[in-house]
């Protein structure tokens, strides 16, 4: 994961060069291709660098999106997945629908998974055997739809029982209805205030078909915002967990 956050030290969570790209000179320029590489120095490391590999790292925006930097644009442009924070839909992740409603910064996100609830554990990474070292404090996300993840909690949660510890993590029947609720409501009021700011031709149109004013607030059966709906990311509940480093 890549964080993103207001007044968080860039060294403290870059992400490393893959092992691959130290094996030659070629294999890095690989590498270099299928990631996105910016440099953070500090006053310790002039050569600080991040290496964000779109097909696979996660972008956290994390607090004070969209962020008075430049340097985020790259991974904006590229990323396919991003996690935030569901627990203020008023302020980031309604920005954050709103830019993706404009595609004006993400192209590419086929995936929003909404951190419900984050936990620090010092035992995760042994449930996680393709963690390297560099990444064991960088957060793992866990999708409360994926049978996989789902199964890596039970896992956890049973031998931490076997070692008299007691491990607690939100179900999704627990999260999802609230949060859809929430969700639904961001995506509608913002998809209406989107519908409003275009051209009455672009506003009344869906599939070619004109559609008669309704002059008042549209629903999520309107046939405009479902088109439009089409065309954002899924959003999935999830939770975010911290290894030990």
Request: proline share 7%.
């Amino acid at each position: 994961m890549q964080l993103f956050a207001r007044s968080v030290p860039w060294e403290d969570w870059r992400l490393c060069p893959p092992l691959i790209a130290h094996v030659c000179r070629e294999s890095r320029e690989v590498a270099r291709d299928l990631a996105v590489v910016r440099g953070f120095p500090t006053s310790d490391d002039k050569h600080n660098e991040t290496w964000f590999i779109w097909s696979r790292d996660i972008l956290e925006l994390a607090s004070g999106y969209p962020y008075p930097l430049s340097n985020p644009e790259p991974f904006f442009a590229v990323a396919r997945t991003l996690a935030i924070n569901a627990g203020d839909f008023d302020g980031d992740f309604r920005l954050l629908v709103r830019d993706l409603i404009r595609r004006t910064r993400f192209h590419s996100v086929k995936v929003v998974y909404l951190i419900v609830e984050q936990i620090s554990t010092a035992y995760w990474p042994r449930f996680r055997p393709d963690m390297t070292e560099q990444d064991k404090g960088k957060g793992t996300v866990l999708d409360l739809c994926d049978s996989e993840d789902l199964r890596n909690i039970e896992e956890y949660k049973s031998w931490a029982r076997s070692q008299e510890m007691s491990a607690v993590f939100p179900r999704l029947e627990e999260v999802e209805m609230s949060l859809r609720g929430s969700l639904d409501e961001v995506i509608v009021e913002e998809l209406n205030t989107y519908r409003r700011s275009t051209t009455p031709e672009a506003r009344d149109t869906v599939i070619g078909e004109p559609l008669r004013e309704t002059g008042h607030h549209s629903t999520r059966d309107d046939p405009w915002i479902q088109q439009r709906w089409q065309s954002l990311p899924e959003f999935r509940p999830a939770l975010l967990v911290l290894g030990w480093k």
